[in-house]
Protein backbone atom coordinates (compact mmCIF):
# COMPACT_ATOMS: atom_id res chain seq x y z
CA UNK A 1 0.00 0.00 0.00
CA UNK A 2 0.85 3.90 -0.07
CA UNK A 3 3.19 5.13 2.35
CA UNK A 4 3.83 8.87 2.82
CA UNK A 5 6.11 10.58 4.71
CA UNK A 6 6.41 14.16 5.83
CA UNK A 7 9.43 16.57 6.98
CA UNK A 8 9.51 18.43 9.28
CA UNK A 9 7.46 17.62 11.88
CA UNK A 10 7.44 21.31 13.61
CA UNK A 11 8.40 24.27 11.41
CA UNK A 12 8.77 27.83 13.74
CA UNK A 13 8.86 31.07 11.17
CA UNK A 14 8.94 34.62 11.67
CA UNK A 15 5.66 36.41 9.98
CA UNK A 16 6.53 37.37 6.19
CA UNK A 17 9.43 34.42 6.11
CA UNK A 18 8.44 31.67 3.80
CA UNK A 19 7.36 28.59 4.99
CA UNK A 20 8.29 24.94 2.78
CA UNK A 21 6.99 21.36 4.08
CA UNK A 22 7.96 18.61 1.93
CA UNK A 23 6.07 14.95 1.38
CA UNK A 24 7.44 11.61 -0.32
CA UNK A 25 5.37 8.90 -1.34
CA UNK A 26 5.55 5.11 -2.34
CA UNK A 27 2.77 3.96 -4.89
CA UNK A 28 3.67 4.88 -8.43
CA UNK A 29 -0.11 5.29 -9.29
CA UNK A 30 -1.12 7.83 -6.56
CA UNK A 31 -2.46 10.59 -8.80
CA UNK A 32 -4.25 12.77 -6.21
CA UNK A 33 -2.25 14.83 -3.77
CA UNK A 34 -4.43 17.19 -1.21
CA UNK A 35 -2.63 19.32 1.61
CA UNK A 36 -4.96 19.78 4.40
CA UNK A 37 -5.25 22.79 7.34
CA UNK A 38 -5.64 21.76 10.76
CA UNK A 39 -6.28 24.30 13.19
CA UNK A 40 -6.41 23.52 17.00
CA UNK A 41 -9.83 21.25 17.94
CA UNK A 42 -11.36 21.34 14.32
CA UNK A 43 -11.75 19.71 11.13
CA UNK A 44 -9.03 19.35 9.13
CA UNK A 45 -9.79 21.76 5.80
CA UNK A 46 -8.42 20.96 2.33
CA UNK A 47 -6.51 23.92 1.12
CA UNK A 48 -4.91 22.89 -2.02
CA UNK A 49 -4.72 19.94 -3.91
CA UNK A 50 -2.60 18.55 -7.67
CA UNK A 51 -3.39 15.96 -9.79
CA UNK A 52 -0.69 13.79 -11.13
CA UNK A 53 -0.96 15.82 -14.53
CA UNK A 54 -0.06 19.11 -13.04
CA UNK A 55 3.72 20.23 -11.86
CA UNK A 56 2.75 22.99 -9.74
CA UNK A 57 -0.59 24.60 -8.55
CA UNK A 58 -0.87 28.15 -6.99
CA UNK A 59 -3.25 29.59 -5.07
CA UNK A 60 -2.59 32.86 -3.42
CA UNK A 61 0.12 32.70 -0.71
CA UNK A 62 -0.29 28.74 -1.19
CA UNK A 63 1.51 26.66 -3.91
CA UNK A 64 1.99 23.26 -4.12
CA UNK A 65 4.75 21.52 -6.40
CA UNK A 66 4.66 17.90 -7.69
CA UNK A 67 7.62 15.62 -8.74
CA UNK A 68 6.31 12.46 -10.15
CA UNK A 69 9.78 11.19 -11.08
CA UNK A 70 10.97 11.26 -7.45
CA UNK A 71 7.75 10.99 -5.91
CA UNK A 72 8.08 14.08 -3.70
CA UNK A 73 5.69 17.12 -3.52
CA UNK A 74 5.86 20.14 -1.53
CA UNK A 75 3.93 22.91 0.22
CA UNK A 76 5.17 26.54 -0.13
CA UNK A 77 3.73 29.63 2.31
CA UNK A 78 5.06 32.50 1.34
CA UNK A 79 4.56 35.93 3.37
CA UNK A 80 3.77 33.97 6.35
CA UNK A 81 1.48 35.60 9.03
CA UNK A 82 -0.31 34.43 12.22
CA UNK A 83 -3.02 33.20 11.02
CA UNK A 84 -0.77 30.21 9.14
CA UNK A 85 -0.17 28.78 12.56
CA UNK A 86 -1.48 25.15 12.02
CA UNK A 87 -0.90 21.78 11.79
CA UNK A 88 -0.32 20.98 8.11
CA UNK A 89 -1.29 17.42 6.91
CA UNK A 90 -0.31 16.40 2.74
CA UNK A 91 -1.70 12.67 1.74
CA UNK A 92 -1.84 10.72 -1.61
CA UNK A 93 -4.58 8.90 -2.66
CA UNK A 94 -3.39 4.62 -4.24
CA UNK A 95 -5.34 3.89 -7.36
CA UNK A 96 -8.61 2.65 -5.24
CA UNK A 97 -8.96 6.04 -4.06
CA UNK A 98 -8.11 5.24 -0.32
CA UNK A 99 -6.18 7.96 1.60
CA UNK A 100 -2.64 7.70 3.36
CA UNK A 101 -1.78 11.10 5.38
CA UNK A 102 1.53 12.29 6.41
CA UNK A 103 2.19 12.36 9.93
CA UNK A 104 1.75 15.91 10.27
CA UNK A 105 3.46 19.30 10.32
CA UNK A 106 2.84 21.77 12.99
CA UNK A 107 3.53 25.48 12.25
CA UNK A 108 4.05 28.60 13.99
CA UNK A 109 4.39 31.60 12.87
CA UNK A 110 5.94 34.46 14.81
CA UNK A 111 5.17 37.92 15.19
CA UNK B 1 -21.33 20.37 -2.40
CA UNK B 2 -21.23 18.01 0.23
CA UNK B 3 -22.09 17.77 3.97
CA UNK B 4 -20.61 15.85 6.32
CA UNK B 5 -22.63 15.82 9.85
CA UNK B 6 -21.14 14.27 13.01
CA UNK B 7 -23.38 13.43 16.80
CA UNK B 8 -22.47 14.07 19.29
CA UNK B 9 -19.90 16.92 19.00
CA UNK B 10 -18.70 15.95 22.24
CA UNK B 11 -19.36 12.50 24.48
CA UNK B 12 -18.22 12.05 28.45
CA UNK B 13 -18.08 8.11 28.93
CA UNK B 14 -17.27 5.74 31.86
CA UNK B 15 -14.75 2.95 30.79
CA UNK B 16 -16.44 0.08 29.84
CA UNK B 17 -19.61 1.83 28.74
CA UNK B 18 -20.84 1.21 24.91
CA UNK B 19 -20.29 4.06 22.45
CA UNK B 20 -22.62 4.53 18.84
CA UNK B 21 -21.31 7.58 16.96
CA UNK B 22 -23.06 8.46 13.60
CA UNK B 23 -21.90 10.42 10.75
CA UNK B 24 -24.78 11.17 7.67
CA UNK B 25 -23.42 12.80 4.66
CA UNK B 26 -25.75 14.90 2.68
CA UNK B 27 -25.23 16.24 -1.40
CA UNK B 28 -23.68 13.28 -2.67
CA UNK B 29 -24.33 9.59 -3.10
CA UNK B 30 -22.52 6.22 -2.82
CA UNK B 31 -20.04 8.01 -1.22
CA UNK B 32 -16.37 6.07 -0.13
CA UNK B 33 -16.81 6.84 4.08
CA UNK B 34 -13.82 6.73 6.66
CA UNK B 35 -13.56 6.77 10.83
CA UNK B 36 -10.20 8.50 11.99
CA UNK B 37 -8.87 9.13 15.00
CA UNK B 38 -6.52 12.03 16.53
CA UNK B 39 -5.50 11.76 19.48
CA UNK B 40 -4.02 15.02 21.00
CA UNK B 41 -1.22 16.11 19.23
CA UNK B 42 -1.26 13.17 16.80
CA UNK B 43 -1.53 12.49 13.69
CA UNK B 44 -4.49 10.87 11.44
CA UNK B 45 -5.08 7.27 12.37
CA UNK B 46 -7.68 5.16 9.91
CA UNK B 47 -10.07 2.71 11.53
CA UNK B 48 -12.55 2.06 9.08
CA UNK B 49 -13.47 2.45 5.61
CA UNK B 50 -16.41 1.39 3.70
CA UNK B 51 -17.17 1.25 -0.08
CA UNK B 52 -20.69 0.72 0.13
CA UNK B 53 -23.76 -0.29 2.43
CA UNK B 54 -22.52 -3.35 4.27
CA UNK B 55 -19.07 -2.91 3.33
CA UNK B 56 -16.56 -2.53 6.03
CA UNK B 57 -13.26 -2.34 5.78
CA UNK B 58 -10.92 -2.78 9.44
CA UNK B 59 -7.18 -0.97 9.64
CA UNK B 60 -6.30 -1.25 12.60
CA UNK B 61 -7.79 -4.33 15.27
CA UNK B 62 -8.94 -3.44 18.21
CA UNK B 63 -12.62 -2.66 21.00
CA UNK B 64 -14.23 -1.02 17.68
CA UNK B 65 -16.08 -1.73 15.00
CA UNK B 66 -18.15 0.70 12.03
CA UNK B 67 -21.19 -0.41 10.57
CA UNK B 68 -23.05 1.12 7.46
CA UNK B 69 -26.89 0.54 7.54
CA UNK B 70 -27.43 3.16 4.65
CA UNK B 71 -25.54 4.74 1.60
CA UNK B 72 -25.18 7.99 3.12
CA UNK B 73 -24.84 6.60 6.60
CA UNK B 74 -21.70 5.12 8.70
CA UNK B 75 -21.47 4.18 12.07
CA UNK B 76 -18.86 4.01 15.12
CA UNK B 77 -19.41 1.50 17.66
CA UNK B 78 -17.94 -0.42 20.72
CA UNK B 79 -19.10 -2.51 23.23
CA UNK B 80 -16.84 -1.53 26.13
CA UNK B 81 -14.49 1.80 25.96
CA UNK B 82 -10.99 1.64 27.21
CA UNK B 83 -9.19 4.60 28.52
CA UNK B 84 -7.00 5.07 25.64
CA UNK B 85 -10.27 5.45 23.28
CA UNK B 86 -10.40 9.00 24.21
CA UNK B 87 -9.73 11.16 21.05
CA UNK B 88 -11.27 12.90 18.79
CA UNK B 89 -12.90 11.08 16.17
CA UNK B 90 -13.61 12.06 12.34
CA UNK B 91 -15.48 10.98 9.18
CA UNK B 92 -14.89 11.34 6.33
CA UNK B 93 -16.28 11.09 2.77
CA UNK B 94 -14.85 10.26 -0.49
CA UNK B 95 -16.23 11.15 -4.08
CA UNK B 96 -14.78 10.34 -7.01
CA UNK B 97 -14.11 13.39 -9.23
CA UNK B 98 -14.18 12.10 -12.83
CA UNK B 99 -12.58 13.78 -15.84
CA UNK B 100 -10.07 12.69 -18.01
CA UNK B 101 -7.21 11.74 -14.92
CA UNK B 102 -10.07 10.21 -12.45
CA UNK B 103 -8.99 11.08 -9.01
CA UNK B 104 -11.15 11.54 -5.28
CA UNK B 105 -11.54 14.32 -2.71
CA UNK B 106 -12.35 13.60 0.71
CA UNK B 107 -13.57 15.96 3.02
CA UNK B 108 -13.96 15.79 6.67
CA UNK B 109 -16.95 16.00 9.02
CA UNK B 110 -16.65 18.12 12.50
CA UNK B 111 -15.68 15.46 14.63
CA UNK B 112 -16.47 13.98 18.15
CA UNK B 113 -14.65 14.80 20.89
CA UNK B 114 -14.83 12.06 23.16
CA UNK B 115 -13.27 11.12 26.39
CA UNK B 116 -13.48 8.14 28.64
CA UNK B 117 -13.09 8.49 32.08
Known amino acids: GENVEQHPSTLSVQEGDSAVIKCTYSDSASNYFPWYKQELGKRPQLIID?????GEKKDQRIAVTLNKTAKHFSLHITETQPEDSAVYFC??????????FGAGTQVVVTP | SQTIHQWPATLVQPVGSPLSLECTVE??????LYWYRQAAGRGLQLLFYSVGIGQISSEVPQNLSASRPQDRQFILSSKKLLLSDSSFYLCASVVGTGGPLPSYEQYFGPGTRLTVT
Open chain 2, 27 to 32: GTSNPN
Open chain 1, 91 to 100: AATDSWGKFQ
Open chain 1, 50 to 54: IRSNV
